[in-house]
């Protein structure tokens, strides 16, 4: 297949994949930072994640046209205002679901992989009768149009380079949040040992739906960065699901590391892929790759060997 | 003595997680009808023992002859198909199950999917079923569910679904923890009784149940043996005493 | 099988379930519906398949697979490809520039048929088919997954990852399967033709023969000691394995049946309504199949069947009526039957139900008593 071209050719092909690719990667690696919280550190499986993503989208969305209404002097900015605010809503609404729905299911986790599917379905829906079925699009400020010419043929585009730059920020914090803080530290006790982190006086309730609302909000920002690079419907979200579950179990579940590892590895395979076969067929090997590797190493690409 | 002529021989076994050997070039020697009490210090690595014996953890070198016949090449049913019981130690039942299909259930006949399929509950399994709950003093809850049943009880009906597979080798971790003390002479008791005719080991910390039923001790520190004899010798031993009290 | 054999297999309670669920399919539904809401209902039943085998994986093992969908699909494709071939007759096809060949096909540029659909010119294949593509896949899967102790959420994501990889192949490769629109326009088997009214009333009583088949081998299952095996697996998966028996051939053994009776459920699917399409393959079908079950209650072979009917009849009615409100429904249905009634209507029906029709006997008996009483006082 790769005889039809010749080797400058190729390396654009690649060059250019790579970097669809890493758009791809940004957006898998920020949903799956939410979900690799959440799984990897509660147990708990959100398949509503992909919904928060969307919320994050629309609140985006609904911020950018109050800015192009009433503040179109800064307008410019209106998008890390969005992000903030995408953060704390997502994560509100995260709080709630934990406090009505999660809690009362933490030894269940088939369970809350059903209950969450419901509250899905109830987003989606929601979705739809507030802001329609038709995907929408928000207006990209100025700046980050256009894009930064490489050679002749490789363009790079700004806003693909500002949601990679917004990806290697978030992921830096969230890893100081859960490695280098004292909350990471509660909350990876509490994972430990509950009895034991409730005896030493960690609030593990309170640390719970922190950390189910931090990952929560994580999508909506994830979702924020998202209508940078594409427009927003109501089930926009849950076409990223099961690739995003896939990421954070091929990494090994309570590996950042790991999730970041096999964010790329899927997500380059994938748009490389792309290029020379059909996308559907790009998407089945990938995911078929992924699966026969789990079902050989189904512990994940990185985990320790523990004594059980 | 050659090997074959002990029950269980474990010469050099290792185990070691992410480098952290649990079980350091471990090697001890059970006899026939022997009652083995392993104790030691929290993290010493008895549980691990157990768990490499039964197959339940892969070792990483070392050997385990059952009667001459490498275990650790066997997966779990086969290690139990050639004789070796093992009773874990939070009581593990069925709970949803009632006390005689907990013990029907352990039954050894239909073990593959279409015997279970075929699996008729006749006279020989009710004898046996029987037979075991009279041992285990559980005869008046055979319609129990067994989720209703004190402590005590769960633990000698996990013992009783051993017993029924008649095994050579029976394992038990801690089986008097959590019992109150006439539970704990009753138990005494019932493993003095079911030791005709096979060998037991038990990891054990209730000195006073040791010196009950133990016919030699091994004394485990940091994944090897640090003293093995009479219970007598072993509390004599200033090896044994600095663990346990030098810190 | 012996008189006692019998009784332990089917008690007294569980022969009434049979026979007034008998009744309900047989002969309420049939006299009291016309053909189209019946063939309607026919549909519904073929999703109770897969509820029945969701009743024994996930219910009594323990093992949830969000990809049934993929053995329901297997199943009905494996019957469309029959029914397409002898519906593409070089006569019918006359006017495509390569007749004798499926229409998709032909409108892909297809110029031959491929290998794999050529012996399912036969129908004792494609019968064979049915059951054996899908319960092999299930095979397949089950050995990787289960003898390396994948299980719970992992399982479940995963069966969930190859639902999706079956419907993006399904729908990317639509030469050969007929993409998205599916496998349509199917009219006869043998020269027999599905479409009538007569036909649709014959094939909705052999589906519901299959159905007490597919439940009676269930019930049998359930009785066995493998059935209490997989309650105790359910609990306590280590003692069971270390009571001498391989557990995961156990799982992999319910998981292919589970997958057979889904099969069998798609193959009647593709019978009574006259395509099969990638839709009833995927997450979003797969998924809905365990609320069936979960409503119905997990661990009920009759609520399956039961819970299916109704799910798929307020769905039906809802999505006439109010097509916004059904997701909203559809969702809240999820949360309050795994928060609030975690055992179904079997559940609801036990401890609330069941307690007044056993002391149905009894008020009878108050109620003649005081009459009783009358007579003595008269005398």
């Known amino acids: 297949m790769f005889s039809d071209y010749s080797s400058t050719e190729l390396i654009s092909i690649f060059a250019m994949q790579g970097f669809a690719g890493l758009i791809l990667f940004s957006v898998f690696v920020l949903m799956a930072l939410g979900l690799a919280i959440i799984f990897g550190q509660m147990g708990v499986i959100n398949m509503a994640h992909g919904e928060f993503m969307i919320l994050g989208a629309y609140v985006t969305f609904l911020i ?4 192009a209404d009433f503040m179109p002097a800064i307008f410019s900015i209106y998008f890390f205002i969005a992000m903030i605010v995408a953060f704390f809503v997502c994560g509100a609404v995260g709080a709630f679901v934990e406090w009505s729905i999660i809690r009362h299911l933490y030894r269940r986790p088939l369970d809350t992989l059903l209950a969450t599917w419901g509250l899905s379905l109830i987003l989606q829906q929601l979705y739809r009768t507030v802001f329609g079925a038709r995907e929408v699009g928000v207006t990209i400020p100025d700046w980050m149009m256009g ?33 280098k803080s004292r909350f990471g530290g509660q909350v990876r006790a509490v994972v430990q040992n509950r009895p034991m982190a409730g005896a ?7 640390v719970d739906r922190i950390t189910f609302a931090l990952g929560c909000g994580i999508a909506g920002i994830a979702g924020s960065a998202f209508t940078m690079i594409g427009s927003t419907g109501p089930t926009s979200g849950q076409l990223y699901i099961v690739d995003t579950f896939l990421v954070v179990v091929f ?7 790991g999730t970041i590892a096999s964010a790329f590895t899927i997500s380059q395979a994938q748009s490389t892929m792309e290029f020379f076969l059909s996308g559907s067929m790009s998407k089945v090997l990938t995911l078929l790759t992924v699966v026969i590797i789990l079902m050989i190493r189904p512990q994940g690409l990185f985990a320790l060997k523990l004594r059980k | 003595m050659a090997n074959k002529d002990f029950l269980l021989a474990v010469e050099g076994l290792t185990v070691s997680f992410d480098g952290f050997k649990a079980v350091n070039d471990l090697s001890f020697y059970v006899e026939e009808e022997e009652i083995r009490v392993i104790i030691g210090p929290n993290g010493a690595g008895k549980t691990t023992v157990l768990d490499l014996i039964c197959g339940k953890t892969k070792s990483t070198s070392g050997s385990i002859k059952f009667r001459g016949k490498e275990l650790t090449k066997l997966n779990e049913h086969s290690i139990v198909h050639a004789g070796v019981g093992r009773k874990f ?23 593959n999917v279409f015997g279970a399929l075929a699996f008729k509950r006749d006279a020989e399994v009710m004898a046996a079923v029987e037979e075991v709950a009279d041992t285990i003093f559980l005869t008046e809850f055979l319609g129990t569910t067994a989720g209703l049943l004190s402590h005590g009880q769960k633990q000698w009906l996990e013992i009783g679904m051993l017993l029924i597979q008649k095994p050579d080798l029976l394992m038990l971790d801690e089986p008097v923890a959590g019992m109150s003390v006439a539970e704990r002479k009753q138990t005494a008791e019932l493993l003095n009784r079911i030791t005709k005719g096979r060998a037991v080991i038990v990891i054990e910390h209730d000195m006073q149940f040791v010196e009950d039923i133990a016919h030699r001790v091994t004394v485990m520190h940091q994944g090897k043996t640090l003293s093995e004899g009479s219970m007598e010798r072993v509390k004599n031993d200033p090896k044994v005493v600095e663990v346990y009290l030098g810190h | 099988m012996s008189l006692q054999n019998f009784k332990s297999v089917f008690p007294k309670t569980d022969i009434y379930y049979f026979a007034i669920l008998a009744v309900v399919i047989v002969v309420i539904m049939p006299l009291s519906m016309d053909i189209f809401r019946l063939n309607l209902v026919g549909k519904y039943l073929t999703y109770a398949f897969v509820a029945l085998g969701l009743v024994l994986c996930w219910g009594y093992g323990g093992i949830l697979s969000l990809g049934q969908g993929v053995f329901f699909g297997l199943g009905g494709y494996c019957m469309a490809m029959f029914l397409k071939l002898e519906a593409s007759d070089p006569e019918s096809t006359k006017i495509q520039s390569t007749p004798g060949i499926p229409d998709f096909m032909d409108w892909n540029q297809i110029t031959e048929l491929p290998w794999f659909w050529e012996p399912f010119y036969n129908l004792p294949f494609a019968l064979i088919a049915v059951l054996v593509v899908p319960t092999i896949f299930a095979y397949i899967v089950g050995v990787a997954m289960f003898k390396r102790r994948v299980g719970g959420v992992y399982f479940a994501i995963i069966t969930q990852a190859l639902a999706s990889i079956l419907t993006i192949l399904i729908i990317g490769q639509q030469g050969y399967t007929g993409g998205v629109n599916g496998i349509t326009d199917l009219r006869t088997l043998l020269g027999w033709d599905i479409r ?12 519901a023969g299959l159905l007490f088949t597919c439940l009676v081998i269930a019930q049998v299952v359930r009785k066995s000691k493998l059935g209490r095996l997989l309650v105790a697996m359910r609990d306590q998966e280590d003692r069971v394995r270390f009571s001498g028996y391989d557990v995961s051939n156990f799982k992999i053994f319910i998981f292919c049946l589970g997958a057979a009776f889904a099969a069998i459920g798609g193959a009647m699917f593709t019978l009574q309504v006259g395509f099969m399409s990638p839709s009833f393959v995927g997450i979003v079908p797969s998924i809905e199949m365990v609320i069936f079950c979960a409503v119905g209650g997990r661990l009920s072979i009759f609520g399956a069947v039961y819970g299916t009917l109704l799910v798929n009849w307020a769905k039906t009615t809802f999505s006439e009526s109010f097509p916004e409100l059904w997701l909203f429904a559809m969702g809240a249905l999820f949360i309050a039957v795994v928060m609030a009634f975690p055992n179904g209507l079997a559940g609801i029906y036990k401890t609330h139900a069941q307690p007044f029709i056993k002391k149905i006997p009894k008020l009878i008996k108050e109620l003649a008593e005081p009459r009783a009483h009358v007579k003595s006082g008269a005398q």
């Open chain 3, 196 to 207: 009538t009214d007569s036909a649709k009333y014959i094939l909705y009583f052999v589906n």
């Open chain 2, 89 to 111: 130690q939070n009581p593990s039942i069925y709970e949803d199950l009632t006390v005689f299909e907990n013990l029907e259930l352990s039954f050894p006949r239909g073990r």
């Open chain 1, 200 to 206: 030493v006086g960690i609030n593990t309730e309170k």
């Open chain 1, 147 to 179: 894009s930064i010419p490489l050679t002749d043929i490789i363009e790079i585009p700004l806003n693909g380079v500002f949601v990679m730059c917004l990806t290697l920020i978030i992921t830096l914090a969230v890893y100081f949040l859960m490695f």
């Open chain 1, 251 to 257: 990494g090994g579940a309570a590996s950042l590391l």
């Open chain 1, 64 to 67: 950018s046209n109050l800015f």
